[in-house]
């Protein structure tokens, strides 16, 4: 009987011991999911890259999520870069989650989301963002620059005129001759649009245009009296005939499905009969014409919100 007592007791004991153990681990466990900072600051930011900015004394500063400094307070705003689209025109918003904007004394800089101060806040303004090729334009001393967003590439400002460059084209149309392509420069002043743009910007450097790229590199050399003038560069010739020859290239051949080649083109639906088809647009011999779909359909109904048409099929 006292051996089963003995027994019985070191059984509770292993149990209890066990049960504390459990107890300590998970407690430790949760304790490292939660870091805690103690009331300090005048104002917070939480950001989706983990980021916690914060303001102390009149300055913003920035945190990691594990509370660590990743810069001290120095900058009067911390700004993420995003590009209004026009809805009306149906272009989306952009946001560029890996770079940010900070303002130090009226000046603009920016930082990578590693906190890394890739320009220092020198610049005057911020004047326009052309998503379509991922620049950034900026102003200090009365000339421009420019911030290639994706790549992380700073141009700093040293020209005194700056435009886009764009094609205006049919993309639906093979131009044999890449001299029927219109190249246009666009003036900053006039807006940014969803238009097929090169990756190359116009330039004046000391009272002569030029080109360089979206590295910054020169690619026409600033010689020209106008921007008029340096368009007619055999370079910008050389980059048409590059952007047709990958529109060639990315194009279905003519021993493909000819659904797929429309597919991307679909502007609605006809009712016949009670059953459903969809129609396609397609450009021929310089005017559109609308083609209908061999496929049929029990019911279809156009979506407005994202232009799509949803459709019916064996009840699925």
């Not at 049919?170 to 246009?184: A, I, Q």
């Amino acid at each position: 009987m006292k051996k089963v007592k003995i027994f019985i007791c070191f059984l509770l004991v292993l149990i209890l011991s066990i049960s504390i153990l459990t107890l300590t681990n998970a407690q430790q466990a949760t304790s490292r999911n939660f870091v805690y900072i103690k009331p300090q600051f005048e104002n917070v930011m939480f950001w989706e890259n983990g980021w916690i900015s914060y303001l102390q004394d009149g300055k913003w500063g920035i945190l990691s999520s594990s509370g660590n400094i990743l810069l001290k307070p120095q900058f009067d705003k911390i700004e993420p870069i995003v590009y209004d689209g026009a809805s009306i025109m149906g272009i989306e918003d952009k946001f560029y989650k890996d770079i940010f904007v900070v303002w130090q004394n009226g000046k603009a800089g920016f930082i990578d989301t590693n906190a890394k101060i890739i320009v220092k806040p020198e610049l005057d303004s911020l004047d326009v963002i052309n998503p379509w090729i991922g620049i950034y334009v900026c102003n200090k001393d009365n000339k421009y620059g420019f911030f290639n967003l994706g790549k992380k590439i700073y141009v700093s400002p040293q020209f005194e005129k700056m435009n886009f460059v764009y094609a205006l084209y049919d993309p639906s149309v093979k131009y044999p001759n890449p001299k029927e392509v219109t190249l246009k420069a666009v003036d900053l002043k006039e807006g940014v649009w969803p238009n097929s743009y090169l990756e190359y910007i116009l330039v004046s450097k000391d009272g002569k245009c030029g080109a360089v790229d979206t590295n910054g590199n020169v690619v026409v050399e600033f010689k020209y009296n106008s921007f008029k003038e340096a368009l007619a560069d055999s370079k910008f010739a050389e980059a048409v005939q590059a952007m047709l020859a990958n529109k060639s290239n990315s194009a279905p051949s003519s021993g493909e499905n000819k659904s797929d080649e429309l597919s991307s083109n679909i502007v609605s639906y006809v009712i016949e009969n009670n059953k459903y088809y969809l129609t396609f647009e397609k450009h021929i011999n310089r005017r559109y014409v609308y083609i209908k779909s061999k496929e049929v359909y029990e019911n279809a109904k156009f979506v407005e919100v994202n232009k799509l048409v949803a459709v019916c099929k064996n009840k699925k």
